[in-house]
DNA sequence: TGCTTGCTATCGAAATTTTCGATTTTGGAG
DNA sequence: CTCCAAAATCGAAAATTTCGATAGCAAGCA
């Protein structure tokens, strides 16, 4: 039983007449009788009487009427339903950095929840590789990446900017404010870094093996906000992107130093698998982030 | 849409695997896929998102288990509705001559109604050409007629008796007790008769012409119940089929006349179109006809 | 690293189903 | 009696569905 036979049936049970509703739907005659035949054979029921050429529904006929419409009646009710605009709403699996994490919820989290009250959204954090290999699970729906500019044909960056990042100190520091240092000159303080693998850390370890050198830090946390306040409280040096640490700079007890000869380049990418769909609530996370720089 | 790709759909959402649906529904992979994507295609939007080879359900594509499921479940209610046991419903137009719906009526059909009330039924009085007519219009489901025997490949005789008639006249009727008499004996006589044209009548008359004769009624009605009220009241004369005069026969008021030169056959047939769909409640009415000799 | 397995996508060919047009049959109207 | 209208039927054409084979990809395993 398949729709296009009840839409054909409904019209001829409305028209009383298999020519008329050949014509209304554009079919031959012989298409009508055929349809009707075919319902008539799976259902083992005759739904039309003919009596000499003229068709009179049969009591099963009406009964079918009744649930033709109702079928397509919900057929319709659907299509009608992707067509509107959806309330926003749905669960999103969002996966950051920890440090990102942090700053997104303190930030701007709280108004986009009553911009869209209904959109449930899960935090998550992990490092880059584990992100990508959510991304492919569909275990997450979008991720945020601060590590090395990456492109993949699988996925699409739907927002990219470089991350701006500074080697910091306490400012009691002995190299605070002091122009043009080398990375020679702070290579063997004592460094606190995120874990090893995580993101701004694998590029920078890479980086400094080009120049054959290595920092072995002497505490290796993802929780960004303990490093700062570590080094807040110490002569303690780390790699950190600024919108973690500008706060603490700019009320003193951080400084920046200036190292010349490092040039590392970070990106933060915000990035969804290709074949994700985009659901209203998704979609709408995304340029919210996009446009009200969320993260 | 069809319902086919409906079903389909189901079974995939449900065992979140185009390969096992497949496997259950009896299809090719590649079948499935199609199917999927026929919806897909034609709805305009994606029903599952695939990510690496693991499919996953969007938000529109479980909008769409939940119609489809409604959708299949009026489907099987349909069907389901076709196997049961109705209770025996609906209305059923039956036409008989004038005398047999009199004596329908008040016999059985206080009976008929108890037992299946909830069938309607319409009586009609008609002629025999009109009933024939009514069947090929499907005005009438079925019709009984009073006539010569008659048979034609579009109808079905449910039942057929031959139906035993008697010239009657008054009891004080100088023919009455007299045996063996011939049609020429009371062919003058004053003749109450059923129309020119019904049943009976016109068998008579046919009957009658091959001997060259001709009976020119004092009065013509279809009303048999008057006929045989006025021939007890006075000496008049008919010819009508026993069950009509059968009572006052017995109770010494009319009386049976021994004509033995007039062979008049005439047949009671039940009578329904070969195209008639057999409702319950139009077979239990015609069962009950046959088995209780309602009529 | 290479092998095997399990999953979906894709493609051309085969099978099936649907549709059409022409014809037939029947009854009704003029 | 002829013409018209309506549904059934039939073979052929068209369209659709299905299949089998294959490819691509990831995961698990040795």
Chains 1, 2 share one sequence.
């Not at 309330?87 to 699996?93: D, E, P, Y």
């Not at 275990?139 to 492109?151: C, G, M, P, R």
């Not at 906000?225 to 807040?232: E, G, K, P, Q, V």
Request: charged letters at 25%.
């Amino acid at each position: 039983m398949e729709l296009r036979n009840l839409i054909t049936f409904i019209h001829v049970a409305e028209l009383g007449s298999f020519t008329k509703a050949a014509e209304l739907l554009g079919y031959s005659q012989s298409t009508i009788s055929f349809q009707i035949k075919q319902l008539e054979d799976e259902l083992g029921c005759l739904l039309f009487e003919r009596i000499n050429h003229t068709i009179t529904l049969t009591e099963k006929g009406r009964e079918l009427v009744s649930y033709a419409h109702r079928i397509c009646a919900l057929t319709d009710e659907f299509k009608e339903s992707l067509e509107e605009e959806k309330a926003c709403s749905g669960h999103i699996h969002i996966v950051t950095p920890d440090s990102l994490c942090d700053e997104m919820i303190r930030g701007n989290y709280i108004d986009f929840h009553n911009k869209y009250p209904s959109v449930s959204v899960k935090f998550t954090t992990a490092d880059t590789a584990v992100m990508f290999d959510m991304l492919d699970h569909n275990e997450a729906d979008v991720i945020i990446t601060l590590d090395s500019h990456s492109y993949h044909k699988d996925y699409v960056i739907a927002k990219e900017e470089p991350l701006s990042m500074h080697f910091v100190a306490n400012v009691k520091s002995k190299f605070a404010g002091v122009k043009q240092l080398s990375i020679h000159d702070i290579i063997n303080e004592p460094f606190i870094l995120t874990e090893y693998g995580q993101g701004y850390r694998r590029v920078l370890d890479k980086e400094l093996a080009k120049k054959s050198l290595e920092i072995t830090p002497i505490l290796e946390i993802g929780r960004t906000d303990m490093i700062t306040s570590l080094i807040a409280q110490d002569n303690l040096y780390s790699f950190l992107p600024d919108f973690v640490t500008k706060e603490m700079v700019e009320s003193g007890k951080l400084c920046y130093l200036d190292i010349c000869d490092m040039d590392v380049e970070i990106w933060k990418q915000l990035i969804y698998h290709k074949n994700k769909w985009m659901s209203k609530a998704l979609k709408t996370l995304i340029d919210y982030i996009i446009e009200k720089n969320f993260s």
